[in-house]
């Protein structure tokens, strides 16, 4: 049934040559973004359960939905609404590490970290570990080997829930696709538009469709009032995505308040109705781009961003080219050819273990087809500074492409914000009319940041990077 899901979706996005009036268009993706939401919603009703199933009553981590989700869209090209499959691999990395990997805080502050995780990872696991694994933990003399010990030993349990996982993954796309299917067959030219209205109060725009019972009857009706359908932007998020809109998507027509809404209601319901997921949102500091453009010039690209965090005046790549092209996304970090494009991108990913990992491998190729092709191509990296990160620790080792690095104290720098869009800041007050020139909200991060210069052969005879230009970067950061 995943080609159906996919039909339905192509059906849905393919307007040439359809009688359907501009109006009706957007009543589509509106409709269409909607089911995409519940879908999303069921998914993570069901991967809290099939977690807890599979490991013994153990509870997930808020992010780790959302690295599954991201780790099988960063395998899928061209990338789907919803995964096509959810592989074991990808279970292992992202679903092993938040039961019980991740170093805890009492290991980091221990002056005896390896016995400190030895008894963490015992007390975590005491119930999914046999004696054997057990013994081995107890046996290790490093905390990488005691680690992966502990990795290994879940992989069974984690398999186990990729197979239950992939089997809700298919009941909710046939679901959708039934959804779509109906909506697509009974849809009338509607009358839905998305309204856009400005709180004087609150300092925030706010979206919400109208008249959603025109859109395919009972069902949607029934979703609207489950569904947060209503989103807002402070003043200063709203300008800047105008602008972007404007500038992008101004030529081919469209509606912003639908295309601000649908973007909204994708980002809302993929981190969560509580928006707690919007720490992978936090981003690199204005005056640290600043400096990056006085290094490599004007055109500098973010390579994991999307239009709510990206700087103003940057290209970049983000999770979802189909509600983020209106505003300039050049598509996923997965798919863009940066290679052939070359240039200097920052490049700031969510901080989970598995995303990083295969972030690492392509940016390793990226570098060798840049080499071969002699494209100047340099990536700044914005890291947590994790020394057990398989993923970081193969970037470190690439003395190839490697020009540089600096580590920043926790404490000495913050980043923007994820939520910086938000009615929490609403009141942010601007240095200048200029929205682009508001002070940015700043969030501190949960450890020391690692900053690491790669570059072609090209890119380092284009851009030589100094210890000066490290120090310039390092000062950005740090005068927040």
């Known amino acids: 049934m995943e080609s159906s899901s996919t039909t339905s979706f192509a059906s849905l996005n393919n307007h040439k040559g359809s009688s359907l009036c501009s109006c009706a268009c957007d009543a589509w993706l509106v409709c269409e973004e909607i089911q995409l939401a519940s879908a999303l919603s069921a998914l993570r009703r069901s991967f809290k359960q099939i977690f807890a199933r599979a490991f013994l009553g153990a509870k997930p981590t808020h992010q780790a939905f959302v690295a599954m989700l991201f780790e099988s869209w960063a395998t899928t090209v061209p990338q789907a609404k919803l995964p096509a499959r959810l592989d074991s691999s990808c279970c292992t990395r992202s679903i092993v590490k938040a039961a019980a990997i991740k170093l805890p805080a009492d290991v980091r502050k221990s002056s005896q970290p390896l016995q400190a995780y030895k008894d963490a990872a015992a007390t975590a696991s005491s119930d999914l570990l046999d004696d054997r694994a057990k013994q081995d933990i107890a046996a290790s003399q490093t905390l990488s080997e005691a680690r992966r010990v502990v990795e290994e030993a879940l992989v069974p349990r984690a398999k186990a829930f990729a197979v239950d996982m992939n089997a809700e993954l298919d009941d909710v796309k046939r679901a959708l696709a039934c959804r779509l299917e109906e909506q697509r067959t009974v849809h009338k030219c509607s009358s839905c538009v998305v309204s856009q209205t400005f709180n004087e109060s609150k300092n925030i725009h706010e979206f919400r469709p109208e008249n959603l019972h025109d859109l395919g009857g009972v069902n949607v009706s029934e979703q609207a009032r489950n569904q947060m359908v209503q989103h807002a932007l402070n003043t200063r998020a709203h300008d800047i995505l105008r602008r972007r809109f404007e500038v992008h998507a101004g030529s081919r027509g469209g509606d912003f308040a639908t295309a601000a809404w649908r973007m ?13 997921g919007f720490n992978w949102q936090m ?9 990056l453009r006085r290094d490599f010039g004007a055109n500098v690209g973010e390579a994991f961003a999307s239009p709510l965090n990206a700087q103003p005046e ?18 996923s970090f997965f798919e863009y050819d940066f290679a052939s494009a070359g240039g200097c ?3 700031g990913p969510p901080y989970e273990e598995g995303l990083m990992s295969l972030m690492s491998d392509r940016l390793l190729m990226l570098l060798d087809r840049a080499d071969a092709s002699g494209t100047p191509l340099t990536f700044v990296m914005v890291l947590p500074h994790w020394p057990l990160s398989e993923g970081i620790a193969r970037l470190l080792d690439a003395s190839k492409y490697r020009t540089a690095h600096a580590i920043l104290p926790k404490r000495s720098h913050c980043y923007v914000s994820g939520d910086r869009h938000t009615a929490r800041h609403s009141q942010v007050k601007a240095k200048s009319a200029v929205p682009d020139s508001a002070d940015e909200p700043l969030a501190q991060g949960e450890c020391d940041t690692l900053l690491l210069w790669l570059q072609s052969s090209r890119g380092k005879e284009t851009h030589r990077v100094d210890a000066s230009h490290v120090n310039e970067q390092v000062h950005a950061w740090t005068t927040n």
């Open 264 to 276: 909204l209601h994708r980002m809302a319901h993929l981190y969560g109705p509580d928006g707690r």
């Open 283 to 291: 981003g690199t500091p204005r005056a640290a781009f600043a400096a």
């Open 314 to 331: 940057n290209s970049f790549c983000s999770a979802f080219l189909d509600t983020d092209a209106p505003f300039g996304s050049l598509g």
């Open 345 to 347: 991108f920052e490049c």
